[in-house]
């Protein structure tokens, strides 16, 4: 189940969403989800990791981005639409977060969009994303790759598809790193989702392993799991690692037919008061042996 602190993020998020092509603000956000303007800001920046006029900048111009690369608008109206003053202003701020102007961005990202389709239709293959490994049951089924049209902030999305009509098990891309930085403490894996005709399910996952692989703690999702069609969302799996933690598996899964896109991801050391989201597996056993005579029916 979802905690308090964790639905009051979601809404924010949504409400956002819902009203960045309008002015909004701080007072705004914290009305919205009935919470103190001092404490929603200090809510959100532990949550997100970023302080909110920062979060709405940074989501106007990659709406504003994708829009360069998928449609023909003057960059005066995209500008305009996503709160920006001028023109003159916008690309100070695209420049600043992309490193490039709007019309330089247009013309270099329509470019290398338009040769990496190319390479893909020619190799029929889609580019893994560095560091990640696609793995599952029947990675075979599944695909996955970068997206540089569909990005919750920056230039680009990691993405899983399935590919075929009776996609089958599930697939995940995943890394896995060493656990010994994170040993005793409680660790946060965090993330933007994005999902499109998911059948099943998808969520991100976290697993810390001990000596010869015994899962020390584990999360999934499946007790809260992401499907249909939905926007950018926040979700966290929140894990404490133990001492003897070896290493620390984590990624995005998918199960069935669709799509999901991840974005945003991160790790953070929270404190006590975040609630871990370990799936206990644990069994109550009885005390004694029970209906030895098979005379109990019910």
């Known amino acids: 189940m979802e905690n308090p602190r964790g639905r009051t993020i979601h809404m924010a998020l949504q409400y956002i969403e819902d009203h960045l092509h309008e002015e909004l603000s701080v007072e705004a956000v914290a009305s919205a989800v009935s919470t103190s303007k001092y404490h929603f800001h200090r809510l959100f920046h532990a949550s997100i990791g970023t302080p909110l006029g920062t979060y709405i900048r940074n989501r106007r111009l990659?709406?504003?981005?994708?829009?360069?690369i998928t449609t023909e608008r003057r960059i005066l109206e995209i500008a305009l639409e996503h709160q920006f003053d001028s023109q003159e202003a916008f690309t100070r701020a695209?420049?600043?977060?992309?490193?490039?102007?709007?019309?330089?961005?247009?013309?270099?990202?329509?470019?290398?969009?338009?040769?990496?389709?190319?390479?893909?239709?020619?190799?029929?293959?889609?580019?893994?994303?560095?560091?990640?490994?696609?793995?599952?049951?029947?990675?075979?089924?599944?695909?996955?790759?970068?997206?540089?049209?569909?990005?919750?902030?920056?230039?680009?999305?990691?993405?899983?598809?399935?590919?075929?009509?009776?996609?089958?098990?599930?697939?995940?891309?995943?890394?896995?790193?060493?656990?010994?930085?994170?040993?005793?403490?409680?660790?946060?894996?965090?993330?933007?989702?994005?999902?499109?005709?998911?059948?099943?399910?998808?969520?991100?996952?976290?697993?810390?392993?001990?000596?010869d692989q015994e899962i020390l703690q584990f999360d999934n999702m499946s007790n809260r799991p992401v499907s249909g069609t939905t926007p950018w969302r926040h979700y966290q799996v929140v894990l404490d690692v133990p001492h003897h933690g070896e290493a620390i598996s984590f990624g995005v899964l998918l199960a069935g037919k669709g799509q999901v896109w991840a974005d945003s991801l991160r790790f953070d050391v929270v404190d006590d008061k975040v609630p871990t989201t370990n799936l206990d597996d644990t069994v109550n056993l009885p005390e004694f042996p029970v209906n030895l005579s098979f005379d109990e029916l019910e």
């Open 62 to 68: 990659a709406n504003a981005a994708s829009e360069l």
């Open 94 to 211: 695209f420049r600043k977060q992309y490193h490039m102007t709007p019309g330089l961005y247009r013309s270099f990202m329509t470019t290398l969009i338009q040769k990496r389709e190319l390479t893909r239709h020619m190799d029929k293959m889609t580019k893994e994303p560095k560091g990640w490994m696609l793995t599952g049951t029947h990675p075979s089924d599944y695909e996955m790759g970068i997206d540089m049209k569909i990005t919750h902030q920056g230039k680009a999305s990691g993405t899983l598809r399935g590919t075929k009509d009776h996609a089958g098990g599930f697939a995940t891309m995943m890394q896995i790193i060493q656990a010994s930085r994170y040993r005793g403490q409680r660790l946060q894996y965090s993330g933007f989702l994005k999902t499109e005709d998911v059948e099943h399910m998808c969520g991100l996952w976290m697993r810390v392993d001990g000596k």
